[in-house]
């Protein structure tokens, strides 16, 4: 059985994975971490320890503590709040991921980290994008993420730690709140559609991103973690995607089970040059052939879900 630490265990990923996969390998093989103890399930139903993953000898100690042999490493600043602070976006994003893999080859850890759809820049091909394409990214996350896809494919060809990693769209849950990313709002729409039934875009209608619902996301760390190495043409840059929408079709998705939503547009030209620059919709056929990717939510199925359940915790 695997004995695996979480970093970055109380976000958004972070909040359901810990849970779902204490129910899988055990509650004693699962550690979370994060820099602080929150008030959160994560921190206060199992195993949890205090891991800044800046401080490299936080990140050594809780390894060897635990004996552990994964790592999930989640811990990162995300981009609308790395735009605010790109200090701290190096900081964490790079410094972080280097002391992870730092540790993972000293203590021989295999180690799963996400990367993003924000490795893409304003001249990579828009639609259908390729996995290996132009990445000129013109965000201090972006710029993180590339280079730690790159540090992970060094680690694995140099050292051979086992790392894997895969770049997630924009992902929408029900559970945590988004740690301030640009597509943020198909998150916020569906609690204000149901707290106000109505709700205030920050970007534009048209503006066509990957997402994908927190289920498939969890489902796909899962599958890549245990996906049989004979099989991995690649390591860490797998693209991964389950829709494309804009503003415009997930609030008519909202309206056919709320009749009275309205969305109107207040547009934040900062997040909206973000978005800007990120795919319409990304090809993921390395994944669904070397991993086999397979999503169960779209859109419609998403929403339907979403608004289900939440309805229940905001009553
Ligand atoms: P999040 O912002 O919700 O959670 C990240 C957590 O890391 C936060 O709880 C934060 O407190 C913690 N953290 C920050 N600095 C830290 C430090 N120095 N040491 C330890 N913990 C620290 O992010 P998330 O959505 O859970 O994202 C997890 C990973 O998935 C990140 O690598 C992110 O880039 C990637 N990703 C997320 C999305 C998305 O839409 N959520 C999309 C693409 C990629």
């Not at 265990?9 to 204490?22: D, H, K, N, T």
């Amino acid at each position: 059985m695997k004995k695996i630490l979480v970093t970055g265990a109380l976000g958004q990923i972070g909040s359901e994975i810990v849970m779902s996969m204490r129910k899988t390998y055990g509650e004693d093989n699962v550690i979370a971490s994060s820099r602080s103890k929150g008030k959160n399930d994560v921190a206060e139903t199992g195993i949890f320890e205090i891991v800044d993953v800046t401080k490299a000898q936080q990140v050594a100690d809780a390894v060897k503590k635990h004996k552990i042999d994964t790592i999930i490493h989640l811990a990162a600043i995300l981009s609308a709040t790395g735009e605010n602070n790109p200090a701290a976006a190096w900081d964490v994003n790079m410094n972080g991921l280097y002391n992870v893999l730092e540790v993972a080859r000293e203590s021989q850890c295999a180690v799963c980290t996400p990367s993003s759809i924000a490795v893409f820049g304003p001249s990579t091909p828009k639609d259908n994008t390729p996995q290996n394409t132009l990445m000129r990214p013109t965000t201090m996350y972006g710029v993180t993420k590339v280079a730690g896809e790159l540090l992970c494919d060094y680690y694995f060809q140099k050292y051979n730690v086992d790392t894997r990693g895969m770049r997630f769209p924009g992902l929408i849950s029900n559970v945590a709140l988004p740690g301030g990313g640009t597509t943020d709002y198909a998150v916020h729409i569906y609690y204000e559609a149901l707290k106000n039934k109505k709700y205030t875009c920050f970007l534009e209608k048209g503006t066509y991103m990957d997402m994908m619902y927190m289920p498939d996301a969890l489902d796909a760390i899962v599958q890549l973690m245990e996906a049989d190495p004979s099989k991995l043409v690649d390591r860490n840059a797998f693209n991964i995607t389950a829709m494309s929408f804009d503003p415009e079709e997930i609030s008519a998705e909202i309206k056919k089970h709320i009749p009275a939503f309205e969305m109107d547009y207040d547009v934040n030209t900062n997040i909206q040059k973000i978005a800007d620059s990120w795919p319409n919709s990304l090809d993921d056929t390395e994944a669904r052939k070397q991993w086999g990717w397979n999503p169960k939510y779209d859109l419609a199925a998403m929403t339907k879900d979403m608004l289900d359940k939440l309805s229940l915790k905001l009553n």
